[in-house]
């Protein structure tokens, strides 16, 4: 294409900056592709979290200003007043600044290049995701058609990631199956705690996908294993805490912790209920060594077995942990 034209051009902008606001000649084989430099009458600043510029070579988020600017967005003041905001840097009165949420840095040269979306990339227990890696990863599954994920808090107000899946016609999804992939492809980290299966993503007039309008997992989502239901006392005592803390409607003899939303917080959240309502000293390591819930259960009686001085204590504890828990 580059061969058979005078000049191809790279043309960046929002509409609500009346669609060009930077522009870039692009050369064949000289590096990374960039949006380059704002047209005349604009300014780009690169910001961080608290409208500081961010540092040369930085990655910040891309505000642009000048004459291109919208009014705003029809009829919908809250949202005009949330991208367009008083320009921190003009004596001009009523200057305002439009955020793109798109993220850029500078190259050495002082174009700017593109390095993804603010709004997709989340910080989840100190490791930084970009959501848009995780998707990507998803849809080369051969029964995802579609995917989209999403940070979301648990009860204790940690986040985590949640996958909505839309699976190719007749297609029947195993959460298993699609762990293994992303496992090949993704650090642990980066792995979704929850698989949810939706007929079709829930759209915006414009035909994006709205992230706001999927729903919280309610606990019926997709899971690693056949539910298969925990027999004794004690198992059945296991997943009503598992159910609780994880928010997860029914937890199988076979199911694993981690594998269901768990991680080292909520882990905590488990050995403290143990504790308070059986005595049990347990760990979280104790979890992380036998999260699946069967051999936890047994992992707990063989420690009320070495807590206690008799089997007669071990069959108590197993007669009562329903009562007690």
Same mark, same amino acid.
């Given at each position: 294409?580059?061969?058979?034209?005078?000049?191809?051009?790279?043309?960046?902008?929002?509409?609500?900056?009346?669609?060009?606001?930077?522009?870039?000649?692009?050369?064949?084989?000289?590096?990374?592709?960039?949006?380059?430099?704002?047209? /005349?009458?604009?300014?780009?600043?690169?910001?961080?979290?608290?409208?500081?510029?961010?540092?040369? =070579?930085?990655?910040?988020?891309?505000?642009?200003?000048?004459?291109?600017?919208?009014?705003?967005?029809?009829?919908? +003041?809250?949202?005009?007043?949330?991208?367009?905001?008083?320009?921190?840097?003009?004596?001009?009165?009523?200057?305002?600044?439009?955020?793109?949420?798109?993220?850029?840095?500078?190259?050495?040269?002082?174009?700017?290049?593109?390095?993804?979306?603010?709004?997709?990339?989340?910080?989840?227990?100190?490791?930084?995701?970009?959501?848009?890696?995780?998707?990507?990863?998803?849809?080369?599954?051969?029964?995802?058609?579609?995917?989209?994920?999403? /940070?979301?808090?648990?009860?204790?107000?940690? %986040? #985590?990631?949640?996958?909505?899946?839309?699976?190719?016609?007749?297609?029947?999804?195993?959460?298993? !199956?699609?762990?293994?992939?992303?496992?090949? %492809?993704?650090?642990?980290?980066?792995?979704?705690?929850?698989?949810?299966?939706?007929?079709?993503?829930?759209?915006? +007039?414009?035909?994006? &996908?709205?992230?706001?309008?999927?729903? /919280?997992?309610?606990? #019926?989502?997709?899971?690693?294993?056949?539910?298969?239901?925990?027999?004794?006392?004690?198992? %059945?005592?296991?997943?009503?805490?598992?159910?609780?803390?994880?928010?997860?409607?029914?937890?199988?003899?076979?199911?694993?912790?981690?594998?269901?939303?768990?991680?080292?917080?909520?882990?905590?959240?488990?050995?403290?209920?143990?504790?308070?309502?059986? =005595?049990?000293?347990?760990?979280?390591?104790?979890?992380?060594?036998?999260?699946?819930?069967?051999?936890?259960?047994?992992?707990?009686?063989?420690?009320?077995?070495?807590?206690?001085?008799? !089997?007669?204590?071990?069959?108590?504890?197993?007669? &009562?942990?329903?009562?007690?828990?």
């Amino acid at each position: 294409l580059i061969e058979c034209c005078d000049s191809v051009w790279n043309m960046y902008g929002p509409t609500e900056t009346t669609i060009w606001s930077c522009v870039a000649k692009l050369r064949y084989g000289s590096g990374p592709v960039t949006i380059g430099r704002p047209i /005349a009458n604009t300014e780009v600043f690169l910001l961080d979290a608290k409208l500081n510029p961010v540092p040369l =070579g930085s990655e910040g988020e891309l505000y642009i200003g000048g004459d291109g600017l919208a009014r705003g967005y029809w009829k919908q +003041p809250e949202l005009t007043a949330e991208k367009f905001i008083a320009h921190p840097f003009s004596k001009v009165s009523g200057a305002r600044l439009y955020r793109t949420g798109d993220l850029a840095r500078y190259l050495p040269d002082g174009n700017l290049i593109c390095s993804g979306r603010a709004d997709y990339q989340v910080k989840i227990r100190g490791f930084r995701i970009e959501l848009g890696d995780v998707e990507s990863a998803l849809r080369q599954h051969a029964t995802i058609n579609e995917a989209v994920v999403v /940070a979301r808090e648990d009860s204790v107000g940690e %986040k #985590n990631l949640v996958a909505y899946i839309v699976p190719q016609l007749e297609a029947v999804p195993i959460v298993g !199956d699609i762990r293994n992939h992303l496992r090949q %492809k993704l650090p642990e980290y980066m792995i979704p705690s929850a698989f949810v299966i939706l007929p079709k993503l829930p759209l915006t +007039p414009n035909g994006k &996908v709205d992230r706001k309008a999927l729903p /919280a997992p309610d606990g #019926n989502f997709l899971r690693e294993r056949t539910y298969v239901p925990p027999n004794t006392p004690v198992e %059945k005592a296991i997943a009503q805490i598992w159910s609780e803390i994880l928010n997860v409607e029914e937890v199988g003899l076979h199911d694993n912790f981690f594998e269901l939303g768990g991680h080292s917080l909520l882990a905590m959240r488990v050995v403290a209920r143990l504790r308070e309502n059986l =005595g049990l000293e347990l760990t979280i390591a104790s979890l992380f060594e036998s999260p699946r819930l069967s051999d936890f259960a047994l992992l707990l009686l063989n420690e009320a077995l070495e807590q206690n001085e008799t !089997d007669e204590d071990v069959k108590g504890v197993d007669q &009562v942990s329903v009562a007690a828990l």
